[in-house]
């Protein structure tokens, strides 16, 4: 599978997170207080919860449930109880504005 387009930057409202499901993975899509258009993988490595369902502060996301925070940009929990990461999955945009997700694409942090 190749990269999916998922709608473009403007329609992304800044600081919330939108789930998606992609070949079958699901995708938390988040564009942070900078502007920048994140793709995490949407379950919480702590639990079985969306981080879409969460809360979006700067460059991270919290799972509602528990409060384990994950960095955006690298997937990696800054709080417990989470100690795993989750994917990041790999972000294009286009001249136009058009954000691109692969699901089958990680990025290695």
């Known amino acids: ?47 079985d919860i969306s981080l879409s369902e969460g809360f979006v502060e700067d460059d991270a996301i919290e799972c509602w449930a528990h409060g384990s925070l994950f960095a955006l940009d690298t997937g990696k929990p800054l709080s417990l109880p989470a100690y795993e990461p989750v994917p990041v999955f790999t972000v294009t945009v286009d001249d136009d504005g058009v954000v691109y997700v692969d699901p089958n694409k990680t990025l290695a942090v």
Do not use: F, P, Q, W
């Open 1 to 47: 599978m190749t990269a999916e387009r998922i709608g473009t930057v403007a329609e992304l409202e800044e600081n919330k997170a939108y789930r998606v499901v992609l070949d079958g993975i699901a995708i938390a899509i988040v564009k942070d207080s900078a502007g920048k258009v994140h793709a995490i993988g949407d379950t919480c490595t702590h639990g």
